[in-house]
Structure formats: structure tokens, C-alpha cells
């Protein structure tokens, strides 16, 4: 079984979604955390971005 941050991976890697506000809400949800959300997109996570986008 796949975790989480591996499936989040292949959507980024291999199904080309790189909508950052879809793996936001991974976040802010708690699914994962800010440093997950780093290594499956490359860019730091900043909730200041996130408000009103």
C-alpha cells in the first residue's frame, strides 16, 4: 500500500498535476506536512499564498 506522500509524488511525477493549491489542501488538512509538501513539490509552503488564491 502506498502512503500518502507517495501517492501525492506520482501525481506530481508521473500524471504532470502541478496545481499547487490541490496539494495544499493535503496540508492544511493534516494529510501532510509542510516538509511533505516541500519534497513533492520543490517550493516551500507558505499558508500567506494560500489565503484567498
Known amino acids: 500500500m502506498m ?4 501517492m501525492l509524488q506520482m ?3 508521473d500524471w504532470g ?6 496539494y495544499k489542501v ?3 488538512c493534516g494529510a501532510i506536512s509542510k516538509e511533505d509538501y516541500k519534497t513533492v513539490t520543490g517550493q516551500n509552503y507558505n499558508i500567506e ?3 484567498g488564491a
Open 17 to 22: 498535476n502541478h496545481n499547487l493549491d490541490f
Open 3 to 6: 502512503t500518502q506522500l507517495q
Open 11 to 13: 501525481f506530481w511525477n
Open 49 to 51: 499564498t494560500t489565503i
Open 26 to 28: 493535503y496540508v492544511q
